[in-house]
């Protein structure tokens, strides 16, 4: 365990010519965990200090919680301060004597701006137990930059009270300047989004706007970003390929990726992590509070991913590569991209579809979803999909991105933090069978007509499967009632890619005045979905894809 | 159901030029049902006769257990004649008497050979309850012929003990001549393999035992047969390869095929039905009572089919051919053989290993398996992988065979028999993530040692996926342990066609005298099993693959 997080932990800083501090992770605020390397020695101390700093934020979402317990002369005693300011009346600190109290025996301190605080005391109360420890001895700042959950007063204020000194002023200025927030420049979003975590921006539609449409509109489509949208420009982007053990890398402009022969498919994505909130209702997991619109269907335009390949010099019959890694654009704040791979026969597949894609619905791919490039990997894992692709790597191993290796795995419901080994479960590619009640939605009243209530929703399966069958019952499988397919797309298994929308008409008992209404969906390989979330829980929260149940109540 | 019933027992009885009588159905007996029909008048009172004999030899079993039960002065009464032989102190009776006594008030007779016995004082303790009345007014003859369980002295012994009378000779060889067993070549199977049902052969292994080996040996193999299995000869073999749309077909002799390049493979097989037993429990269903060792993994050597197929003139990017469907050398009484098909784009890919074997686990396939020529489709139902494959045909269909399109097909819970359409749901092709215990069996006593239970069985999944985890239980779920993998290919999804056998010790309460393990299986696109039968039970019984569930008693 404390070797996972020792190296999701080492951070460095450096990122185009601007130093800038970015902090992901921690499970207890299900944010995203990245992984950094060190690259020089004077980056060292700045590293120590950010590595507390990780869940230093986290401290602070539990102090909002905590506020309740503070008292009215405590909060006034701070009231008219500002966080972090300098007090005159405490000693002064420098950063190494900071990070000299990482340990419960010589005491736990933060920092905050100007100010240290030694937050010992908060430690047993911390939910994540002893993983706040690796706050210890640095600042909380980073973290509260890209979670603006933090800019709250109560946090703040709890913070003060466990103030104990200040920070040595030069090296203050010297961190403070580090901390540009690195989200600057993302790109507008449409208001009826509803965001998981605003940095990075993650956000879906609501469940009933989602199924309007068997097409998601580009501004509509859900959001999963690990990172800062980069801001890549058509004219200067170039795609380097390179195949292991090949000297000379080939690069491909925009354009010239243009002049190669065109596809375009109808295709889903979905984001690992969908419906994790039904998950969560079970069982705390790391990860962000999905609802079941982490999904969207579209059409991409591109060039298949083979043809690029091979026109890069890749023989298709070589069977001394095994994987296809990709690297995107969005980086962390030591410069590591965003990456992931794919199993090579998938990538040189003709029924494969996958797709260099530059269009999105017939419109150049929105920043937000990857342009100028973006690698469609139909029925694989959002994951997979990587957006604003700058590399692509053939290779004879798998991505060694943090986002490959030690995270998108599904473990056993009884794994845990302290006995999960990710080297022991796959990453997650193709995705099972999953479906969603999208109208009603849960708690909402319902209009019964004719004794029957209107059930919509969608069903979708990975790998290229179709789905045969939806089964909806309200009363708790005693009759299931097969739903009607209102749009399913024509294209035959192994290349079905995309959703189905479907919707059925079930009779209500005439005395009921609430149902749960739960849906199954069987696909082209009969594979259907497993039951309860109970037994197919995991600790990060993905391949949520139990029945679906939606409670409702029901209006005459 | 009487109509259903109605349609499986009507009888047509002409086979190459010579009458026999076959007698198939009757879900009551859990055995296969065929369909029928009616050629002609002259047959039809043979044809009521035969409907009550099905039953009448299931009576024959119950005589053997009965047999402690008889007087040794009743033994010796008959111990001296032959069965069924004419007894000149009895009456005679023709079959228009022996018809009439059908019911109870009239009293039930039943006829072999030339005896006639009147069987009502035995209905009664028959386990089987009513349906033995099927048998009322008729034959046991056919029945006898396709269960050689009544080669038994007892069970003449005790029939004899209801004798009371002799049917009119005349007719009793003019029903003898009907009567010729089309099961009269049979290939000798180990006494290991416990039948489903005898004619069709269709057998498996005590579950403990498919376990032993990863490699099933091919005496022990599952036998699934749909009819009498041909005696096909090496020499003279032909496959015929037509290409719809073009006049000229190719033949193909056995040595033809084996002087391609070849191809070996390990595959697991597994009939559609596998573990039916547990949705029998639930609720009755349509097809034979196998438990959960209606599967079995060999080597498979042969020539690759889409060698064959382009060999044959099949242009591999023609697009108007959509499936590929065989025929097989087994064929009913009708002359109608048995078929199936596969999608088209299965049969051409490299990586989908579709071969026309010719070795099973190194030699000869045997008879039982297909000899000579049985096509090997990995990952797709055993009802796919045609035996004694005689033709092959490139269709823009599927083939129109009674398994392909009114059989093999998965349904909703409820949908029954008046309301199913076998248009509505797709012939089962990839096979659905599955597991089973094998070791202990159910009911079975296990010694606890070290306060753990070891516990054993296999997991596989379809379309060339994986398993990558079993999940084992004893709680219920309330803790789920993680089997280790006893055996496992090496071979990569999406080409790992062979099971996993699994094993784990899993901690039982000290104070339980009994437990009821669990196991489910995750395959490599995460798919895993649903958890309870009843929400994926379906009037056919296929496609049984929910947590396999195995009550056992506990030793100290």
């Known amino acids: 365990m404390y070797r996972i997080l020792q190296r999701f932990t080492t951070i460095e800083i450096k990122r185009r010519g601007v130093q800038a501090i970015q902090c992901c992770g921690l499970h207890e605020l299900n944010k995203e965990q990245h992984n950094f390397s060190n690259e020089n020695k004077s980056f060292k101390r700045t590293r120590n200090i950010l590595l507390g700093a990780v869940v230093g934020g986290c401290i602070g979402y539990y102090f909002i919680e905590k506020s309740k317990l503070v008292s009215a002369e405590e909060i006034k005693k701070y009231n008219n301060d500002e966080p972090g300011s300098f007090k005159e009346d405490l000693p002064v600190y420098n950063l190494e004597d900071i990070s000299s109290h990482a340990t419960r025996d010589k005491r736990i301190w933060v920092t905050y701006k100007e100010g240290v605080y030694d937050i010992t005391n908060?430690?047993?109360?911390?939910?994540?137990?002893?993983?706040?420890?690796?706050?210890?001895?640095?600042s909380v700042e980073p973290f509260w930059l890209l979670y603006s959950i933090h800019e709250n007063p109560h946090v703040y204020k709890i913070l003060e009270?466990?103030?104990?000194?200040?920070?040595?002023?030069?090296e203050c200025n010297n961190l403070t300047k580090d901390m540009t927030d690195p989200y600057f420049n993302e790109p507008k979003r449409h208001n009826a989004l509803k965001p998981a975590s605003k940095k990075p921006f993650n956000?879906?539609?609501?469940?009933?706007?989602?199924?309007?449409?068997?097409?998601?509109?580009?501004?509509?489509?859900?959001?999963?970003?690990?990172l800062p949208v980069p801001d890549l420009k058509a004219e200067t982007y170039e795609l380097e390929i390179e195949i292991e053990g090949v000297k000379k890398t080939k690069s491909f402009r925009l354009e010239d990726l243009k002049k190669l022969p065109?596809?375009?498919i109808t295709a889903t994505i979905m984001c690992a992590g969908n419906r994790r909130s039904d998950m969560i209702k079970h069982k705390p997991v790391k990860g962000l509070n999905w609802g079941p619109a982490a999904i969207g269907t579209a059409t991409w335009t591109g060039v298949p991913l083979r043809d690029v390949l091979i026109s890069a010099g890749l023989k298709e019959d070589d069977d001394k590569f095994k994987h296809v890694q990709f690297?995107?654009?969005?980086?962390?704040?030591t410069g590591k991209m965003y990456g992931a791979s794919i199993p090579i026969w998938r990538a040189l597949d003709k029924r494969g579809d996958v797709l260099l894609a530059y269009e999105m619905n017939g419109v150049p791919i929105p920043r937000d979803h990857g342009f100028p490039i973006r690698v469609i990997v139909p029925?694989?894992?959002?994951a997979r999909n990587v957006k604003w692709l700058e590399k692509i790597t053939v290779s004879d191993k798998e991505s060694d991105s943090h986002w490959q290796q030690n995270d998108y795995k599904g473990f056993s419901p009884s794994t845990d933090w302290d006995t999960v080994d990710f080297t022991k479960s796959p990453a997650i590619q193709e995705l099972p069978v999953i479906s969603a009640i999208c109208q009603p939605s849960e708690g909402s009243t319902v209009k019964v007509e004719q004794d029957k209530i209107t059930v919509k929703g969608y069903a979708w399966s990975?790998?290229?499967?179709k789905i045969v069958r939806v089964d909806v019952t309200v009363d708790g499988g005693k009759s299931w009632h097969v739903a009607n397919f209102e749009h399913q797309d024509a294209a035959l298994p192994p290349q079905h890619w995309a959703w189905t929308i479907w919707t059925v008409k079930i009779p209500v008992d005439k005395k009921s005045k609430n149902v749960e209404i739960w849906a199954k969906a069987v696909d082209s390989s009969y594979n259907t979905q497993p039951e309860s979330v109970e037994n197919i829980w995991n600790l990060r929260g993905v391949l949520s894809n139990a029945y679906h149940k939606v409670k409702v109540n029901l209006k005459r």
């Open 122 to 138: 908060f430690i047993d109360t911390h939910p994540g137990g002893d993983q706040i420890l690796l706050a210890a001895g640095s």
């Open 262 to 264: 065109k596809k375009t």
């Open 161 to 170: 009270s466990y103030r104990i000194g200040n920070l040595n002023k030069d």
């Open 203 to 226: 956000a879906e539609l609501p469940p009933e706007l989602l199924i309007q449409s068997f097409i998601t509109p580009n501004e509509l489509f859900y959001v999963r970003n690990h």
């Open 462 to 465: 990975g790998g290229g499967h």
């Open 327 to 333: 690297e995107g654009g969005d980086s962390d704040v």
């Open 379 to 382: 029925g694989v894992v959002g």
